[in-house]
């Protein structure tokens, strides 16, 4: 039985565009936090109510190495997400598509609680991935709905 299907295939491109937006935005990360330490990053991800720089003291070590771990966490998300969506989604699989929902899903869930909700970050700068969540998710579940629950 044939299990793949165009639907399956553009949610697979939607979960490699959130991998790509991810690893991009990760490796920024780590690059401003190499140059400008904890408190540019924090200033770079603080677009929801603003931050001031000069009202904070020394920013911990441990904080700062926390942060670029955080990030490199992202990225090897983002580079997992990718690789599960073009060796299964591409195909169409259950388990690739529960694996990607899980990873993403549970990484935009922590986004939102963490820092969007809050008001840390603008939900403005946050559309990109979950948008692109949303999509790979509705188009791999009708991928998914096309050949039915036993593909």
């Keep these: 039985m044939q299990t793949t299907n165009g639907l399956a295939r553009t949610g697979a491109a939607f979960y490699v565009l959130w991998g790509l937006v991810h690893v991009a935005g990760a490796t920024f990360q780590l690059l401003t936090l190499r140059d400008a330490g904890g408190v540019g990053l924090t ?6 109510r603003g931050f001031d720089p000069g009202a904070v003291g020394a920013f911990p070590e441990a904080a700062a190495a926390f942060m670029g771990m955080g990030a490199m966490n992202i990225l090897w998300i983002g580079l997992l997400v990718m690789y599960v969506g073009i060796t299964r989604n591409w195909r169409n ?38 948008t692109l969540f949303a999509l790979a998710l509705i188009f791999s579940t009708l991928g998914r709905r096309r050949v039915g629950a036993g593909a």
């Design 43 to 48: 200033a770079m991800i603080s677009t929801g």
């Design 93 to 130: 699989s259950r388990n690739g598509y529960w694996l990607n929902l899980a990873l993403v899903g549970g990484t935009d869930l922590a986004l939102v609680l963490a820092l969007l909700l809050p008001g840390i970050m603008s939900w403005g700068d946050g559309a990109v991935g979950l």
